[in-house]
């Protein structure tokens, strides 16, 4: 026996929020990407538009980490704070080891905070 698609029971017992999910949520944020890869195939590397968006993603990302550090919420909160800087300093000293690897930076700062807020949060 098939679903009837237009009985409502149907929509709402389950399905409706992944639609709505898609409709609002993936589709106007996925127009804008795809809009941006056709204007910035355009753009000069070093132009000065790519060097201000690189400083406002990097002081974006500091001020991320600094809230994180400072001012945590939630099971982070937990973690004592010379825990949470000491993350800090091994996700800097891992992206300076990996040749400025920001995404190697990021990603051992968070596991080493994710362990810390874990073990102090028990």
């Given amino acids: 026996m098939s679903a009837d698609i237009w009985n409502w029971s149907w929509w709402s017992g389950g399905l409706l929020p992944y639609i709505a999910i898609i409709?609002?949520?993936?589709?106007?944020?996925?127009?804008?990407?795809?809009?941006?890869?056709?204007?910035?195939?355009?753009?000069?590397?070093?132009?000065?538009?790519?060097?201000?968006?690189?400083?406002?993603?990097?002081?974006?990302?500091?001020?991320?980490?600094a809230n994180i550090v400072l001012a945590p919420s939630g099971a982070l909160a937990l973690a004592p704070l010379w825990s949470r800087i000491g993350a800090m300093l091994l996700g800097l000293a891992v992206y300076f080891a990996l040749r400025k690897s920001v995404l190697a930076g990021v990603f051992a700062g968070v596991a080493a905070i994710a362990a810390a807020a874990t073990w102090f949060g028990n």
């Fill in 23 to 65: 409709l609002f949520g993936f589709l106007p944020s996925e127009f804008w990407r795809v809009i941006s890869i056709f204007v910035a195939s355009g753009i000069d590397e070093k132009s000065e538009i790519l060097e201000w968006v690189r400083a406002v993603s990097t002081a974006l990302l500091a001020a991320v980490v």
